[in-house]
């Protein structure tokens, strides 16, 4: 599975950006995805994940309530729609796919190249 996530840029606090993980090659359908995050000198995060029927979602707390994951599986997509972004919402946000819905990076055995959210306060 080969990932491509989109979507990142320069935002006001306050503000909004949806998130695009497209998907190629092997059957999406079959994976849970995950949306992590790493700021610099931080380690990577858990943020959201969609199991692969998109009936389960898992969100870190930092995030619940603002962010939303979904995901069309015709159109082999995961988004991640990011509602009142602040300041510690700044960073490389990536999108991964695997087996099991998981918060669990390592578990992850596919992964995008990752796109920058920067919220200014």
């Known amino acids: 599975v080969q990932l491509q996530a989109s979507g990142g840029g320069l935002v006001q606090a306050g503000g909004s950006l949806k998130l695009s993980c497209a998907a190629s090659?092997?059957?999406?359908?079959?994976?849970?995805v995950g949306w992590f995050r790493q700021a610099p000198g931080k380690e990577r995060e858990f943020v959201a994940g969609?199991?692969?029927?998109?009936?389960?979602?898992y969100y870190a707390d930092s995030v619940k309530d603002r962010f939303t994951i979904s995901r069309n599986n015709a159109k082999n997509t995961v988004y991640l729609q990011m509602n009142s972004l602040n300041a510690e919402d700044t960073a490389v946000y990536y999108c991964?796919?695997?087996?099991?819905?998981?918060?669990?990076?390592?578990?992850?055995?596919?992964w995008g190249q990752g796109t920058q959210v920067t919220v200014s306060s």
């Open positions: 969609i199991d692969w029927t998109g009936s389960s979602r």
């Open positions: 090659g092997r059957t999406f359908s079959n994976y849970a």
């Open positions: 991964a796919a695997g087996l099991v819905l998981t918060r669990t990076p390592s578990a992850y055995d596919y």
